[in-house]
C-alpha cells in the first residue's frame, strides 16, 4: 500500500525542481537548503532567481491532511483581512500533497519580542488584537473553504486526533479532564496556532504577515487569545486583552483566558515530550 507521507530519505531536489519549473519559466534554482527545526513536516527552503520559496513535505498521514486544510483555510482567508497571509500552492507527487509558498519577508515574532520596547509591544499587541478580532467576525460558509472535509474542522476535533496519534496516554490524561469544550454557538473562524513564531514583523516592527493556518478552522474566539498570550512574554497579556476590548467593545472572560493557556500549555508540553521520545 503506498504512503501519503513523505521520509527524510527521498529525493527531495527532484521534486523541487520539477514543482518549480512546473511553475515558472526560465527559473534557476540557486541553493536548496534543509530547515531542520520541522517537526510535522520536512522543510526546505528553495533560493532562485524568480524569488525564494519554502517547500513543507508531511510526515505522517495525519499532517498530510493537515497539508490540504492549511491551502484551504489560507486560500479563504487571502484578502478578507487588513493584513498579509501566506498564499499556498498544493502539489502532489505520488498522490501525497505538499505545500509551496513564496517567502514572505519578515522576522518571526518569536525572535524579537523581548527585544522590543513599551511602544512597541503596545502597537504590536494591538495589532495583533485586530488581526483575531477581524478573523473571528468574519461571515462564512464552511462549504466554501473547505472542499475536502479531510480532517477535524473545529479546533477541538483536530486536536482531539493529533493528541490521540502524537502523544502519549500518560501526557494525554490533561485533555479528558480539561478541554477547550466550546459550545458551536460561539463559533467562528480561529487561526488555530497564533503562537509569536506565526507572526512577522517588518523592520518597523509592524506585522508584516500571519502564516502557517494549518490548524485554521472553527473554534472559540478565546483559542487565539489564548495561544499568543501563552507563547508571549507576560508583559504582553495585558496589552493583547486590553487591545482586542477595545476593537470588541466589551471585556473578555478573564477565566476563560487563563483557562485555555492552560490547556494550550499542557497540549504543547505533551507533544514535546512524545517528539523528544522519538
Given at each position: 500500500?503506498?504512503?501519503?507521507?513523505?521520509?527524510?530519505?527521498?529525493?527531495?531536489?527532484?521534486?523541487?525542481?520539477?514543482?518549480?519549473?512546473?511553475?515558472?519559466?526560465?527559473?534557476?534554482?540557486?541553493?536548496?537548503?534543509?530547515?531542520?527545526?520541522?517537526?510535522?513536516?520536512?522543510?526546505?527552503?528553495?533560493?532562485?532567481?524568480?524569488?525564494?520559496?519554502?517547500?513543507?513535505?508531511?510526515?505522517d498521514q495525519f499532517w498530510e491532511r493537515t497539508i490540504v486544510k492549511d491551502y484551504q483555510f489560507s486560500k479563504y482567508i487571502n484578502g478578507k483581512t487588513n493584513f498579509k497571509t501566506v498564499q499556498l500552492m498544493l502539489k502532489e507527487n505520488k498522490n501525497r500533497h505538499f505545500s509551496v509558498h513564496k517567502k514572505i519577508e519578515g522576522i518571526p515574532l518569536a525572535e524579537k519580542m523581548d527585544r522590543l520596547n513599551s511602544e512597541e509591544i503596545k502597537k504590536v499587541c494591538m495589532q495583533i488584537a485586530q488581526f483575531m478580532y477581524e478573523?473571528?467576525?468574519?461571515?462564512?460558509?464552511?462549504?466554501?473553504?473547505?472542499?475536502?472535509?479531510n480532517i477535524g474542522l473545529n479546533l477541538q476535533d483536530f486536536i482531539n486526533e493529533l493528541l490521540y496519534l502524537?502523544?502519549?496516554?500518560?501526557?494525554?490524561?490533561?485533555?479528558?479532564?480539561?478541554?477547550?469544550?466550546?459550545?458551536?454557538?460561539?463559533?467562528?473562524?480561529?487561526?488555530?496556532?497564533?503562537?509569536s513564531s506565526n507572526i512577522l514583523l517588518d523592520e518597523n516592527n509592524n506585522i508584516s504577515a500571519i502564516i502557517d493556518f494549518g490548524f485554521g478552522g472553527f473554534g472559540n474566539k478565546y483559542y487565539d487569545i489564548s495561544r499568543i498570550i501563552g507563547r508571549c512574554p507576560q508583559n504582553y497579556k495585558e496589552e493583547i486583552v486590553n487591545s482586542y476590548e477595545y476593537f470588541e467593545k466589551y471585556n473578555l472572560n478573564k477565566e476563560e483566558v487563563d483557562k485555555n493557556i492552560r490547556i494550550w500549555n499542557n497540549i504543547d508540553n505533551g507533544y514535546i515530550n512524545y517528539m523528544n521520545g522519538r
Amino acid at each position: 500500500m503506498a504512503k501519503n507521507f513523505f521520509t527524510v530519505d527521498e529525493n527531495f531536489n527532484k521534486i523541487i525542481e520539477e514543482t518549480l519549473n512546473d511553475e515558472y519559466e526560465n527559473l534557476e534554482i540557486q541553493k536548496i537548503i534543509n530547515i531542520p527545526t520541522g517537526w510535522t513536516n520536512i522543510v526546505y527552503e528553495v533560493h532562485t532567481n524568480k524569488g525564494d520559496f519554502f517547500f513543507r513535505f508531511p510526515r505522517d498521514q495525519f499532517w498530510e491532511r493537515t497539508i490540504v486544510k492549511d491551502y484551504q483555510f489560507s486560500k479563504y482567508i487571502n484578502g478578507k483581512t487588513n493584513f498579509k497571509t501566506v498564499q499556498l500552492m498544493l502539489k502532489e507527487n505520488k498522490n501525497r500533497h505538499f505545500s509551496v509558498h513564496k517567502k514572505i519577508e519578515g522576522i518571526p515574532l518569536a525572535e524579537k519580542m523581548d527585544r522590543l520596547n513599551s511602544e512597541e509591544i503596545k502597537k504590536v499587541c494591538m495589532q495583533i488584537a485586530q488581526f483575531m478580532y477581524e478573523i473571528h467576525n468574519l461571515e462564512f460558509k464552511p462549504e466554501e473553504i473547505f472542499s475536502v472535509n479531510n480532517i477535524g474542522l473545529n479546533l477541538q476535533d483536530f486536536i482531539n486526533e493529533l493528541l490521540y496519534l502524537h502523544v502519549s496516554d500518560e501526557d494525554v490524561k490533561f485533555w479528558e479532564k480539561e478541554n477547550f469544550k466550546s459550545k458551536s454557538e460561539n463559533y467562528c473562524l480561529v487561526h488555530g496556532d497564533l503562537n509569536s513564531s506565526n507572526i512577522l514583523l517588518d523592520e518597523n516592527n509592524n506585522i508584516s504577515a500571519i502564516i502557517d493556518f494549518g490548524f485554521g478552522g472553527f473554534g472559540n474566539k478565546y483559542y487565539d487569545i489564548s495561544r499568543i498570550i501563552g507563547r508571549c512574554p507576560q508583559n504582553y497579556k495585558e496589552e493583547i486583552v486590553n487591545s482586542y476590548e477595545y476593537f470588541e467593545k466589551y471585556n473578555l472572560n478573564k477565566e476563560e483566558v487563563d483557562k485555555n493557556i492552560r490547556i494550550w500549555n499542557n497540549i504543547d508540553n505533551g507533544y514535546i515530550n512524545y517528539m523528544n521520545g522519538r
